[in-house]
């Protein structure tokens, strides 16, 4: 290695270390993190793991160790080469800091089962694969720039307070629940915002994927629930012209959709 790049590899990982260092000092815990100055940040540190090169905190792992209150911002923030953040399970608050979500090299977040509340930050790291924001107080609307995140594999908001239609088409998202938050339809539409069917969007764009959207709060007008009553009429009608009748086509359908084991099990058990 040049030995001009070891001083500024030193800087920035003790630039890391006072990063997590502020953190702990902010947030209070129940369980103790032992996070000494004297030791290794790689390789002694609870819940933290470097890169191969041990040049940067990929991984902060933390669930359940009683964390409380807000996160400041700036502290878990300036881990540049944060790939996974998991906070799970902890009593965490306040608004979550919008540096967090937009950190240039976060793949993974898991903040599920905390008080955080507010509004979901419209700055999104674009190389983000799995949120999970589920079972918190988050208010408002799913940003729109949740569109833009190409690599989004897997997105979990049930159990929030969310309140605005949500209008997020999926690309390569493969699981979505959405289920248990306050979205209602709004009325009034524009003639030029016609809403789509609602079976054929479902049956060609989002096959094979698993969506959640029980325990909504929805509430529709007389247009909807027409619509609503004629798809329903048809997928009866389909359901009982298939060969086989209607078990084997329903079988059919369920072994198309692509669900995990885990997913599908967690569902089972509501």
Known sequence: MDNAVVPQIVADLNSERQALLDFAAAVP????LNWNVSTSICSSW?????????????SVHLPGVGLFGPIPADTI???????ILSLRSNSLNGNLPSDILSLPSLR????????FSGGIPAFLSVQINVLDLS???FTGRIPPTVQNLTKLTALYLQNNSISEPY???????QALNLSFNYFNVLKG?????KPKDFGSGVQEAEKNKLFFFEGCSFTFDLEDLLRLRLKLKELWNSLQGGSG???????KRLKEVAAGKKDFEQQMEL
């Not at 993974?108 to 008080?115: E, P, R």
């Open 167 to 173: 209008r997020y088409q999926p690309s390569k998202t």
């Open 189 to 193: 539409k524009a003639e030029s915002e």
């Open 29 to 32: 815990h129940i369980r103790e």
């Open 108 to 115: 993974h977040l898991y903040l599920q089962q905390n008080n």
């Open 135 to 137: 079972f918190n107080f």
């Open 46 to 58: 609870v819940g933290i793991a470097c890169n191969k090169n041990g040049t940067g905190v990929v």
């Open 245 to 251: 009748g209607r078990e084997s086509v329903v079988v």
């Open 77 to 83: 923030g300036r881990l540049n080469s944060l790939k």
